[in-house]
């Protein structure tokens, strides 16, 4: 990697296949190439099949196929623990923490739950508890869902990606009631968007993703390093501001 | 790596090529609020990146009154004639032919702009008849909105007006966004010559972009971004990181669409 380069660590990538894009095999090696090739340094990384098949099976999988590569950081799936699928929530959280996870995601709307519901205030809280961040795809909840957790969790930091560019109204009304809540870059696509909410909101408020595989990584390294942000304001969101959410450096970074 | 990508990663405008946008709007849009969304806003987009010029409909045009966001659209033309020419938006509902004979010979035009989504109209349809006599006689492009899956522009409708209209450029706006789309409007373009595959939307890649070229040509693939719909830069970027020759990118950045212009606005 040249030293040059601003250091991106992508927030918002997937291990594995894709069973609506042909996005290739979804191997490390795949994704390491794939990041080569547009300038990113390091990723945290979720698992297709937590995501698409079996969310305990895939976080301990993915252990394993981060295992090898120091650039690849695990990202764990939430459940609510109702049937019992991932754990009790202090002992999942732990074993997060533990295995070295640096943050977890949650899909409501495709895993069937109600994320600010009662079956999912205790895990949000053991997470919360131990400084796990709580990464979430705009389509997955909607915007008073995200408000009411971060109000209820003011601890637990939160990264909504995948916003498209319709949704700026809804997103300056969170960010202004919030101290919490931040927005990925994966598809953040309002004309200039990205240098309105910095300017709204500061450059803390923002974190680099791509969501990769399904989208291409090219998108949001050129939307960062072609914005008209400070050299300082990039670096933050390319790396800085997600090395302070999990409170510790990336492995490669 | 490119010299384009370089210059992404250096943080400064790009400076190889001429990039022509074939892709643009102008102006607010009712649905979501765009920040700096008139022509002041877009130029500083573009000057940061280095796009030279951008073929555009005023969003009024497409949305609430065509012969209203026509005019608009000519009045910011003149504005900087050398960065922007201008889309002659035809809405079926609102009397075409009047815009076609107030337009159709105005250099601050260089081609038609098709949305039929946003009109409740299917690209077959038969108000649409001035649009492909002005097309063939004229060879003014024809941008077409297109959807995988929608009602009124699906790519099997491009194929029904490509095949009835063969002297007609259609340029397929999006190539139907979806991955879905992507396919099937490539196939569409390998049956078609004068189908014309642009490729702004939120889920083409520069895998997909590539596959286009290798299928139909560079000289059949053009550079759109959409802006200020989306951002510019989310296009732009597939295209610069994508595994196109020096030779394909430069066609599919600028080179294709300034020939499909024939010098009509440009």
Same mark, same amino acid.
């Given at each position: ?207 680099? /993703? ?27 969101? /390319? ?15 | ?266």
């Amino acid at each position: 990697m040249n030293k040059d380069r601003p250091v991106l660590i992508d927030a918002d990538a997937l291990l594995g296949r894709h069973p609506r894009r042909d996005v290739g095999g979804g191997s490390a090696a795949e994704l390491l190439a794939a990041m080569d090739r547009v300038g990113i340094t390091a990723a945290l990384v979720g698992n297709v099949t937590s995501w698409l098949h079996d969310p305990a099976r895939g976080n301990r999988d993915l252990l394993g196929l981060v295992e090898r590569h120091p650039r690849l950081s695990p990202c764990w799936v939430l459940l609510p623990d109702t049937c019992g699928e991932v754990g009790p929530a202090a002992a999942f959280a732990d074993g997060a923490a533990a295995a070295g996870v640096r943050a977890v995601r949650a899909y409501p709307r495709d895993h069937g739950y109600d994320l600010a519901g009662r079956d999912m205030a205790p895990l949000l809280a053991a997470v919360e508890s131990v400084r796990l961040p709580l990464l979430l795809d705009a389509g997955q909840v909607g915007w008073p869902t995200t408000e009411a957790i971060a109000k209820a969790h003011p601890r637990l930091h939160i990264v909504v990606g995948g916003v498209g560019y319709r949704m700026l109204r809804q997103i300056a009304g969170v960010l202004d009631r919030t101290a919490n809540v931040h927005i990925g870059l994966a598809d953040l696509s309002s004309h200039r968007g990205l240098e309105w909410l910095v300017e709204r909101f500061g450059e803390r408020r923002l974190v680099f /993703g791509t969501g990769a595989p399904y989208r291409d990584q090219a998108e949001a390294v050129t939307r960062l390093l072609w914005s008209e942000l400070s050299d300082a304001q990039v670096a933050a969101i /390319g790396a800085g501001n997600l090395r302070r959410l999990t409170e510790q450096e990336a492995k490669a970074a | 790596m490119n010299s384009l990508a370089t210059a992404v990663w250096e943080r400064r405008p790009q400076q190889a090529i001429r990039i022509v946008d074939a892709h643009a709007h102008a102006g607010p849009y009712s649905l979501f609020f765009i920040p700096e969304p008139d022509p002041g806003g877009m130029l500083r987009v573009m000057d940061r990146c280095g796009v030279a010029h951008a073929v555009f409909s005023s969003h009024l045009s497409i949305q609430a009154d065509a012969a209203a966001g026509n005019a608009l659209t000519a009045a910011i033309v003149a504005q900087a004639p050398d960065r922007f020419t201008g889309y002659l938006t035809v809405n079926p509902w609102q009397d075409p032919a009047a815009e076609l004979v107030r337009w159709g010979d105005d250099p601050r035009f260089g081609g038609i702009k098709l949305h039929p989504d946003l009109h409740d109209y299917p690209l077959v349809g038969s108000r649409y008849a001035g649009v492909w006599e002005h097309a063939e006689e004229r060879g003014w492009p024809v941008l077409t909105h297109t959807f995988s899956g929608s009602p009124y522009n699906d790519l099997f409708h491009v194929e029904t007006v490509a095949a009835r209209h063969p002297g007609a450029t259609i340029l397929a706006g999006h190539s139907g966004v979806t991955p879905l789309g992507i396919e099937a409007a490539i196939e569409v373009a390998k049956r078609h010559d004068n189908v014309i595959l642009e490729v702004c939307g939120s889920y083409n890649t520069g895998t997909d972009i590539v596959r286009m070229v290798r299928e139909v040509g560079a000289d059949r693939v053009v550079y759109g971004s959409d802006f200020p719909f989306i951002d510019l830069r989310m296009s732009l970027g597939r295209i610069l990181f994508s595994g196109l020759t020096d030779v394909e990118r430069a066609a599919v950045l600028g080179g294709t669409i300034t020939r499909l212009l024939g010098g009509n606005g440009m």
